[in-house]
């Protein structure tokens, strides 16, 4: 039983294009997070969501909108899709306050061309 | 600007032998310490985090702080194949609720 999974695993579109990718975690955890990774492997933390709340909004452009329906769940939206924009996201979850204990999803790939 | 640093590698050791992996860090408020493994192509996964100054233990894994230097070491005893991966340190400011991560050091291990 998969804890924190996200769909799609891949996508690749053209610039321009809005996507989607969703993220659902059945560990009971409050926190929800994205992550980016890049070419390079640096994670870089995006947005995260304590039971529907928003708490951390890194700075990231606003074509960027993550919505929380539910604690269980963290889906993230992405307009005009940028060449820049090609990374691995990964969602993760956490107990409320432990946020250096992550749960990571395994990632969707988005490639922009 | 808060930072950790990691030798991006890649760290190369035989097989059996100690693999030793640092992280730096720049923020003196800085309060807890995660190691994260992530295998090519897969999602990072932890494997440690520490504390206080001193060492931690877990199997072949430990974990090693010491505050006053700044850095924070992973050990990894007898070192096997199935340890190769990029290994991540990320580092907590407790008045932040962010995590700061290194970009990583690339472990190989020869058989």
């Known amino acids: 039983d998969t804890a924190v999974s996200q769909t799609p695993k891949y996508l690749v579109t053209q610039m321009g294009n809005d996507k989607s990718i969703k993220c659902e975690q059945n560990?009971?955890?409050?926190?929800m997070y994205w992550y980016k990774q890049d070419s390079k492997k640096f994670l870089k933390i995006m947005f995260s969501y304590n039971n529907k709340e928003l708490i951390i909004n890194e700075t990231v452009p606003n074509r960027f909108s993550p919505k929380s329906p539910d604690k269980a769940h963290l889906n993230l939206h992405i307009n005009s899709l940028e060449l820049g924009d090609s990374a691995v996201y990964f969602c993760?979850?956490?107990?409320?306050?432990?946020?250096?204990?992550?749960?990571f999803g395994e990632g969707s790939r988005l490639t922009v061309l | 600007q808060k930072e950790v640093e990691q030798n991006s590698g890649p760290l190369s050791v035989p097989e059996g032998a100690i693999a030793s992996l640092n992280c730096t860090y720049s923020d003196r408020g800085s309060q807890s310490f995660f190691w994260y493994r992530q295998y090519s192509g897969k999602s990072p996964e932890l494997i440690m985090f520490i504390y206080s100054n001193g060492d931690k233990e877990d199997g072949r894994f430990t974990a090693q702080l010491n505050k006053a230097s700044q850095y924070v070491s992973l050990l990894i005893r007898d070192s096997q194949p199935s340890d190769s991966a990029t290994y991540l340190c990320a580092v907590k400011v407790d008045s932040n609720y962010q995590l700061i991560w290194g970009a990583g050091t690339k472990l190989i291990i020869k058989p």
């Open positions: 993760a979850s956490s107990r409320a306050g432990e946020t250096g204990e992550l749960f």
């Open positions: 560990l009971g955890h409050d926190t």
